[in-house]
């Protein structure tokens, strides 16, 4: 089996924390990224480098590439990259607090925590409005194809994640009928039956994984986070490349055919990063590709 991650393939836990790091220009990483590699259990605590990070070693991680914000009809995809990313899982929020700060140490001076976002698990795995979320996620020997690349060692188990904070407008998604709420993301939210006649528009017609040439699956984890009135999903995609993610997210912007994601509607991604979870050796982050074995 590809050594990728084990926190990347286990179930969506009860709660979580997304840690977002900067990088300060002057400092070398090196250091701070062995510290965390000894500290960090990746079955815990999933752990991504941005392209910042790989820049200031001085190294080359194939595939990886800065996230592609951009417009589309009426809406915005922003990048806000990030250095470093944590996906923090557990069950107990004030653990995840110490996690936090214990990670936080680890990482400095290099490092500084720029963002954390903490998210939970929604009934069996919904979203706040209310929709079943992963139904389609490949599972078992699938799920690992899709999210772990190949390669040397040191490449290879590794994985490309996606993450958008998306922030949900709940006004305008409480003001749609429920037919209008149920053709928007094409499928029935009381059974989960796919809506065979659902519009183009419908968000599984425009990323039906199958429909893709090739073939774009992913390994999606995403969250339900919500911080005072805000909510919304964490997306978190898993990738053997960025590739799968990049062509559903360009056909829900409607750069394909012009027609654009019926999502839109009522949420829009705040936040937008791209980042490489190394892969394992034995139960430690295994970080020679960066030349820190
Ligand atoms: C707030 C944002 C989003 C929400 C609430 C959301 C929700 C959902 C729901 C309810 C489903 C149907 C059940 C399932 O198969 O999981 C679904 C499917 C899917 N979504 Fe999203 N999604 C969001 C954003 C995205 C983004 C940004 C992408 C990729 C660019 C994406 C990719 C997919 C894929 C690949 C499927 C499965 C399609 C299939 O093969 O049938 N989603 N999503």
New binding site residues.
Partial sequence: MKPIQPGILAPIPPLARFLTFGLLPEAGPGPSLRRLAQSVDPALSVVGLGRASVLALGVDVPGLRDFPGGTGKGLEIPATHGALWCWLRGEDRGELVLRTRAIDAALGPAYRLVDIVDAFRHGEGR?L?G???????PTGANALAAAASGGPAGLQGGSFV?V?Q?L?EFARFDAMSRDEQDAS???RRDD?E?IDDAPSSA??KR?????FEPE???L?R?MPWAEGPRA??V?V?FGRSFDA?EA??NR?MGLDDGVTDA?FRY?R?VTGGYFWCPPVKGAQLDLRRLGLD
């Fill in positions: 979203d409005t929709y079943e979320d992963g139904t389609e996620n996606a958008q998306w949900h993301i094409g499928r989960n796919e968000h599984v990323t039906a994984q199958e429909s774009a699956f992913v999606r995403s919304g999903l997306f995609a993610f559903q997210l829900m999502l949420t991604p």
